[in-house]
């Protein structure tokens, strides 16, 4: 990536059978890093990528806390939990359940869901944000498919995740 800070948008992805690893560098420190990861998600996720939709979501939350819940609200405060926290420890790293199967169905025994482990580290004059999504082998027959469109689905999330860090929310895809 060269000595200097890369352009936010510059994601490398490694694959593996079961897992993904993104890496890329954003020019804030750790600590902005990991507070619009984890505390402003509204303004970066994919609206598309809820069950609500982009017309009737009306938050995605993620308690801060070791146990606490990934969510979102949508038509009517209906409240659809979709991972848990493992670990948080901010500003440097976090560990969640992925309990969303290949068909978006919810999964709700996290011994069937993927874990996605986000590490925030200072490099340069900014941070080096790794995200490994692993464990895709518990998510059954279709975990290779599954592996596979979620690399194009965080390399999505993530560009507009460093967008968002470096320019404030961003407006829904079109």
Request: net charge negative.
């Amino acid at each position: 990536m060269g000595q200097g800070m890369a352009d936010p948008i510059d994601i490398r992805q490694d694959l593996d059978r079961f897992a993904l690893r993104s890496t890329f560098l954003v020019p804030v420190p750790t600590d902005r890093a990991f507070s619009v990861f984890t505390g402003e998600l509204t303004d970066w996720w994919v609206t598309e990528y809820t069950w609500s939709g982009p017309n009737l979501l009306a938050e995605l939350g993620m308690e801060p806390r070791a146990g606490g819940m990934l969510y979102e609200i949508g038509p009517h405060g209906f409240r659809a939990d979709w991972g848990r926290v493992l670990t948080w420890d901010p500003p440097r790293r976090l560990v969640f359940t992925w309990q969303i199967g290949p068909d978006r169905v919810p999964v709700p025994d996290p011994a069937r869901a993927s874990e996605v482990e986000v590490l925030f580290g200072p490099e340069g004059s900014g941070t080096r944000v790794e995200v490994a999504h692993r464990h895709f082998d518990r998510h059954g027959a279709a975990a290779e498919g599954y592996r596979e469109a979620l690399t194009a689905g965080w390399h999505e999330l993530l560009s507009r995740y460093a967008a968002a860090v470096v320019h404030g929310p961003l407006a829904p895809p079109r």
